[in-house]
């Protein structure tokens, strides 16, 4: 763990259920303190556990990737996505599960690949992703994924190829635009979206 990073205060339940919710509070670099509440059907100790570990640099292995994807000119790759759980159509980043034996690279491409068309960029290498640190917790509370958050690179490669039960519908933002879609936009987003929209919107 580094002297920077937030350490994991406190735990604590604040409603119990199918969906069992969490205020974590974090004590940051500053001294201050950070609540953030989330979701998941893990038990408490369990959950508490994995936190640390994470705190601790010792990552519980990802689940799924969920992918911040750019295009050359400036453009952030999104979805419009038909989630059943939530009945509803939600704006997402392109994500999925990753299969045994898969590296973090080759689900990135492949998840791009079937939901979207875009595919990394091949003239970058292995500098074509930027994965955050550690994989982090899903925020929906609807499943137990760990989700390693990826910023990647990315080009036109083919149509979309998504699962015959997938509602998606690709389409790309303009950073410059992004100030202007959180203010006008009306369909639901997620949180890792909002959380990414607006740290764009606030790059100067």
Not at 34 to 46: L, P, V
Not at 140 to 168: C, N, R, Y
Request: proline share 8%.
């Amino acid at each position: 763990m580094t002297a920077t990073a937030p350490r994991l205060k406190d735990i604590r339940l604040v409603a119990d259920g199918w969906i069992k919710k969490y205020v974590l509070t974090y004590t940051m670099p500053d001294g201050s303190l950070y609540e953030y509440e989330s979701a998941s059907r893990k038990g408490e100790d369990a959950y508490r556990r994995a936190l640390e570990a994470n705190a601790a640099g010792n990552p519980t292995p990802p689940d799924a990737v969920s992918i911040v994807p750019q295009t050359p000119d400036g453009k952030l790759l999104l979805i419009r996505e038909f989630r059943y759980p939530l009945n509803s159509w939600c704006i997402a980043f392109p994500a999925g599960l990753m299969e045994p034996g898969e590296s973090l690279a080759e689900c990135v491409d492949r998840e791009l690949r079937e939901e979207t068309g875009y595919a990394l960029r091949t003239n970058l290498g292995a500098q074509a992703i930027d994965p955050l640190p550690q994989a982090g917790f899903s925020s929906t509370g609807l499943t137990d994924e760990t989700v390693h958050v990826v910023f990647a690179q990315v080009e036109k490669a083919a149509d979309a190829q998504p699962e015959p039960a997938e509602l998606i519908e690709p389409f790309l933002l303009d950073i410059a635009d992004v100030p202007r879609f959180l203010a006008e936009n009306t369909t639901p987003l997620g949180t890792r979206v909002q959380l990414v929209l607006e740290a764009f919107a606030r790059r100067r």
